[in-house]
């Protein structure tokens, strides 16, 4: 939290539903460049309901930002792959955890490289 509190360049965003908070999901950005999900959480009781796809498109949204990306375990691979991610295996980068890179460009002159 206090990365939060006392970085510029991360932010912490939430969403409610029915005056509760829904969802979380926090953020380091380089202007004009790529916008890092560093976390992104949904109340289990609320998860299936498109509220962690809603958050990433309102990101998506902001005006300056090129591309979103994360890093990821297999557990994950599939939310961002279903909400448009290019996913790519990045290996076992911690002994027997498979990591996976998640691109998603938000504009079509975005250069990354997969």
Same mark, same amino acid.
């Given at each position: 939290? $206090?990365?939060? &509190?006392?970085? $510029?360049? !991360?932010?912490? &965003?939430?969403?409610?539903?029915?005056? /509760?908070?829904?969802?979380?999901?926090?953020?380091?950005?380089?202007?004009? =460049? #790529?916008?890092?999900?560093?976390?992104? *959480?949904?109340? *289990? !009781?609320?998860?299936?309901?498109?509220?962690?796809? +809603?958050?990433?498109?309102?990101?998506? =949204?902001? =005006? /300056?930002?090129?591309? @979103? !990306? #994360?890093? +990821? $375990?297999? $557990?994950? *691979?599939?939310?961002?792959?279903? %909400?448009?991610?290019?996913? +790519?295996? @990045?290996?076992? =980068?911690?002994?027997?955890?498979? !990591?996976? %890179?998640?691109?998603?460009?938000?504009?079509?002159? *975005?250069?990354? #490289? &997969?």
């Amino acid at each position: 939290m $206090d990365r939060y &509190l006392t970085v $510029d360049s !991360r932010d912490l &965003l939430g969403t409610f539903v029915n005056g /509760g908070l829904a969802g979380l999901v926090g953020i380091l950005h380089e202007p004009g =460049k #790529a916008v890092e999900l560093l976390h992104i *959480a949904v109340q *289990a !009781r609320l998860r299936g309901r498109g509220i962690g796809r +809603t958050m990433i498109e309102e990101i998506r =949204k902001c =005006k /300056g930002n090129v591309l @979103l !990306r #994360a890093e +990821t $375990d297999l $557990d994950a *691979a599939g939310f961002y792959r279903n %909400s448009g991610f290019v996913v +790519t295996s @990045l290996g076992e =980068k911690y002994p027997g955890v498979e !990591r996976f %890179s998640c691109i998603l460009p938000v504009s079509g002159q *975005a250069e990354y #490289a &997969l």
